[in-house]
């Protein structure tokens, strides 16, 4: 899985970087099939405690998908963290879906030859 983590408006920091490397890398924890990850972090200059100021959008390359997540918050730290947990719990749904689609119970199919 590739990371990838860039700024717009704003010097990237080391320790910005890696807290979204930390944060990524949890997305890794659902399965290992997953492509890519990449963070877009955008700082919009107003007023200090505007809660747009701050913008992170996070695209997971799931196989057959591309899962984008755009975020906002009053500091860059937690607009990563609040990201990162709408991520899991995207490509979470993603993959249960696809692994619900795929199982069909013995008394599904039974049922539906008897309704035929």
Same mark, same amino acid.
């Given at each position: 899985?590739?990371?990838?983590? !860039?700024?717009?408006?704003?010097?990237?920091? *080391? +320790?910005?970087?890696?807290?979204?490397?930390? *944060?990524? @890398? #949890?997305?890794?924890?659902?399965?290992?099939?997953? *492509?890519?990850?990449?963070?877009?972090?955008?700082?919009? %200059?107003?007023?200090? @405690? !505007? /809660?747009?100021?701050?913008?992170?959008?996070?695209?997971?390359?799931? %196989?057959? /998908?591309?899962?984008?997540?755009? =975020?906002?918050?009053? !500091?860059?730290?937690? +607009?990563?963290?609040?990201?990162?947990?709408?991520?899991?719990?995207?490509?979470?749904?993603?993959?249960? #879906?696809?692994?619900? /689609?795929?199982?069909?119970?013995?008394? !599904?199919? +039974?049922?539906? =030859?008897?309704?035929?």
């Amino acid at each position: 899985m590739t990371i990838t983590v !860039d700024a717009k408006n704003f010097k990237l920091t *080391q +320790a910005l970087r890696e807290y979204a490397h930390i *944060q990524a @890398n #949890k997305l890794s924890k659902l399965s290992k099939k997953l *492509q890519y990850v990449s963070i877009y972090l955008e700082n919009i %200059p107003k007023h200090d @405690n !505007d /809660k747009f100021a701050n913008t992170v959008t996070i695209e997971v390359g799931v %196989p057959g /998908k591309r899962v984008v997540i755009k =975020t906002h918050g009053i !500091d860059m730290y937690g +607009a990563i963290t609040m990201g990162a947990r709408l991520a899991l719990r995207r490509v979470r749904k993603t993959y249960e #879906k696809r692994r619900d /689609k795929r199982r069909v119970g013995i008394e !599904d199919v +039974a049922l539906a =030859t008897l309704v035929v």
